[in-house]
């Protein structure tokens, strides 16, 4: 166990110096990019839905839009991660122990012809490593798939919002570099939970164990 605390300890310290500075600075380009971006926005009559409104900064709002509703998405496909890992470290810390029991008590074990029912017991435990190893390893896939969706979808998302307005004139080519880059920049600093996920999953893990061996 202060093995398991120390270890717990300096990988706490370490991701949140880490994530610390990342998260301060990290909202600072929304406000050096969303400016501009808002600027190349078109206004959006409203009318063929229905609405006698006209939409203003509409890059802005789907941009910030979809790195809300993306974080929420990316938070309930990976919610397991945290409680895997829990696991998985609780288990494979058992097995530890359960190994250096037997090791110590081989003579015991030997004399009292008990090797199959202890071979049994820790094939048992290493089944349920096993077991779990699979879900953290699907919660981690999970994860990465949703990173990398925004980095698919922003290859061809502002192209295709700017087209309509480059074709009619309101809007130059060259503005769709300027516009993408941004986007992915503003997404990027909303959306920096999404790409840090896996880090403050293990860090929530960390948190929780370090909790519970305080509270035990």
């Known amino acids: 166990p202060e093995q398991r605390i120390q270890e717990d300890a300096s990988d706490f310290v370490e991701q949140v110096l880490v994530l610390g500075p990342a998260l301060i600075t990290g909202f600072l380009p929304v406000f050096l990019y969303s400016g501009k971006l808002w600027s190349l926005s078109q206004p959006i009559s409203l009318e063929p839905i229905g609405l006698p409104f006209v939409l203003h900064g509409y890059l802005v709002i789907a941009t910030v839009g ?30 530890r122990q359960e190994m250096s029991v037997v090791r ?10 008990g090797a199959s029912f202890e071979g ?17 390893t699907f919660a981690n896939l999970r994860v990465a798939f949703a ?3 925004p980095t698919m979808l922003f290859i061809m998302g502002p192209t295709l919002l700017c087209a309509p307005f480059v074709l009619d004139g309101r809007m130059k080519v060259g503005d769709i570099q300027f516009v993408t880059a941004a986007m992915v920049t ?23 164990r370090l909790r519970y061996f305080d509270e035990s």
């Open 66 to 95: 979809f790195a809300v509703l993306w974080t929420i998405v990316t938070h309930l496909i990976g919610s397991k991660l945290t409680r895997t890992e829990v696991t998985r470290l609780g288990l494979e810390a058992n097995f």
């Open 104 to 113: 110590e008590n081989s003579e015991a074990i030997a004399f009292q012809r």
């Open 120 to 136: 049994s017991r820790i094939m048992g435990i290493f089944a349920l490593i096993k077991e779990n190893w699979k879900h953290y």
């Open 147 to 149: 990173t990398q969706v």
């Open 186 to 208: 503003v997404f990027g600093s909303i959306g920096i939970f999404i790409q840090s996920y896996q880090t403050i999953a293990l860090l929530r893990a960390g948190t929780s």
